[in-house]
């Protein structure tokens, strides 16, 4: 078993930066891919960045460049620095670990980029 508990979203004005956390306790962190996800009002859930338990990162082209991905084995956390920002990063932010079969999610962050 893993909980999730994400933080650090926030108001933000475009152009801005924030950096959301997410902190991994019950099981052993390292040996998870860990990603995060996004959910805008009336849209679907859609993969932000991965980085798997070697440090191989994706993205998506909408946050690349943007975006940074990474994590701290160390302390059991995963963050996504996100720079230059714009309002249509506005979402709930989730943070998900899968391994194989196992498959968990945080609660969510809400990130909203409004002037």
């Known amino acids: 078993q893993v909980q999730l508990v994400e933080s650090g979203g926030d108001l933000v004005q475009p152009g801005g930066s924030l950096r959301l956390s997410c902190a991994a306790s019950?099981?052993?962190?390292?040996?998870?891919?860990m990603g995060w996800y996004r959910q805008a009002p009336g849209k679907q859930r859609e993969l932000v960045a991965q980085?798997?338990?070697?440090?191989?990162?994706n993205y998506a082209e909408s946050v690349k460049g943007r975006f940074t991905i990474s994590r701290d084995n160390a302390k059991d956390t995963v963050y996504l620095q996100m720079y230059r920002l714009k309002p249509e990063d506005t979402a709930v932010y989730y943070c998900?670990?899968?391994?194989?079969?196992?498959?968990?999610w945080g609660q969510g962050t809400q990130v909203t980029v409004s002037s």
């Open positions: 998900r670990a899968d391994r194989l079969t196992r498959d968990y």
């Open positions: 019950g099981s052993i962190f390292r040996t998870y891919r």
């Open positions: 980085i798997t338990s070697t440090g191989s990162t």
